[in-house]
């Protein structure tokens, strides 16, 4: 069964630092999104991704994080300058359609864990 | 503002024990997602529904629209069905989901 893949699994970056978190998606599949969660915290919806522009973002998701497709299988997930706080697990996920219907379900990768020192 | 309870924070059931997770929500929805992260951080998609009742092999997930309340069960619960089961509503699009904090399943042999 095709799944979502996520790289690095665990990566650890200091303070201040650029990191870029790896998605790639289903091939089919045309929505993307990034949700984190921190540890002991439930998961928070980041963004989501369609089209190549952003159709959704939370109030979480600020200057300091972009995403971007760069090419027809990645999407990615970048954190300008690390802080301390945006240590937590960042699931990527992928779904084929959009719709009033609801008609399809999300596919999770398995999380990369970021741990900023 | 949207917010997902769900109860019991914990359970902890024998093998074999019928399992009853609840989830409310505040506001009306479209569609709710249960879902199950395993052990390691990873998740998996149980079910999406919007109305009446989905079952998939030992899971039944039920949900009340007017009553703003989803329900998951477990029949005959098996140890490897211990996990934590988060319930997860449509905050805007589909993918904006707001998410319960969860409720963490051990199931003893």
């Known amino acids: 069964e095709p799944e979502v893949t996520q790289t690095p699994s665990h990566q650890v970056t200091q303070m201040g630092q650029e990191v870029i978190l790896r998605c790639v998606p289903i091939?089919?599949?045309?929505?993307f999104y990034w949700y984190r969660q921190i540890l002991g915290q439930k998961v928070e919806f980041l963004v989501s991704?369609?089209?190549?522009?952003?159709?959704?973002k939370s109030e979480i998701f600020d200057d300091q994080f972009s995403v971007e497709r760069p090419d027809g299988s990645n999407f990615t997930l970048k954190i300008r300058s690390t802080k301390l706080e945006d240590s937590a697990m960042y699931f990527c996920?992928?779904?084929?359609?959009?719709?009033?219907?609801?008609?399809?379900?999300?596919?999770f990768g398995n999380g990369t864990r970021l741990t900023v020192t | 503002k949207n917010e997902v309870e769900q109860s019991p924070q914990n359970l902890t059931a024998q093998e074999g024990e019928f399992i009853t997770i609840n989830c409310s929500y505040s506001?009306?929805?479209?569609?709710l997602h249960w879902l199950q992260q395993h052990p390691g951080g990873g998740i998996v998609s149980l079910f999406m529904?919007?109305?009446g009742k989905k079952k998939h092999g030992r899971l039944i997930a039920t949900i009340n629209i007017q009553e703003k309340h989803s329900s998951l069960h477990i029949t005959a619960s098996h140890p490897r069905d211990s996990a934590v089961y988060i319930c997860?509503?449509?905050?805007?699009?589909?993918?904006?989901?707001?998410f319960g904090k969860g409720t963490k399943l051990s199931v003893k042999p």
């Open positions: 996920a992928s779904s084929e359609a959009q719709g009033p219907l609801m008609s399809s379900p999300l596919h």
């Open positions: 091939s089919n599949h045309l929505y």
């Open positions: 991704f369609y089209n190549n522009e952003i159709s959704e």
């Open positions: 506001v009306g929805i479209s569609a």
């Open positions: 529904l919007s109305s």
């Open positions: 997860a509503v449509i905050g805007g699009s589909q993918g904006n989901l707001i």
